[in-house]
């Protein structure tokens, strides 16, 4: 993309991410001499940019002919494992994969199958990435451009990948697509992520109540409403349920989890 006055890449330690931040994946397992490539984004529930926090593997001689199985562990721990920056486990909402993974081999599961296995004992799995190239390479540069997108100076690999991309001659829109160019699945695994989810979401719900009631104790200055730690106490309840409704099912432990992720793996599913 051409450069303009927005800062497309930060030094990692100048990004203040927390554990209560959204967090993703999206992955590009490669086949026929591909790579297998994950990227981690996250984006703060406050607003702001999405960051492309983290890559795996950073050394792509790494990434070829890796066991599905093993890339999947590999992934969790490289990716998704509570690093020591963080007070308690990030909120992971999706993980995003390739739809090759989906496609039967003539095994008795698929590669998306093998890979969550992996993944169940972390309740976590891979769910199917959407794959428009033409929409997901657009909202890559426009968000590159505006500022809405920005990456890690760690992540030199997707640095590279999106610095080497060419249009694809027959189709303008899209990006040309290079078999055997290990870059070309690094660029897939970062439009995976991006495409298949880049809307904000919203802070965990003991946050949300705490920050209401903390309003209501100190009072609104701006307004006239003068400190009122008793009212807010008295009115816990009420916020909490209201905060409760507000939720959506994005989260899942246990049971649920799992329901859903067996929902996702269904053939055909975006």
Sequence with gaps: PERTGKQMVVARQLIQDEWWWTFWTGTDYGFSGSVAFSVLLARSPDGGPIY?????PHDLTEARKIDVK????EHYKALLKMPS?????QRVAALYLGPDCWAERGDAH???????????PYDLAFQQARNDRAGGAQLVYTMLQTGELVIADTCQNVMRAIESRVHDKKEPREVEKVVGDP???????????????HEPEKKPLEMRVQERLNAIAQGDEARGIPPN?????????RIMREEQNEDEPTYYGGGGRRRL????????RR
């Design 110 to 120: 698929t590669l998306a199958h093998l890979a969550n296995e992996e993944l169940e």
């Design 85 to 89: 920056r963080y007070e308690q486990p």
């Design 52 to 56: 492309v926090l983290d890559e795996f």
């Design 70 to 73: 093993k890339f999947a562990r």
């Design 229 to 237: 730690p008793t009212t807010a106490m008295m009115q816990y309840k």
């Design 261 to 268: 992720q067996r929902m996702r793996q269904r053939p055909g």
């Design 183 to 197: 870059y070309d699945d690094v660029w897939d695994a970062l439009r995976y992520a991006l495409y298949s989810h």
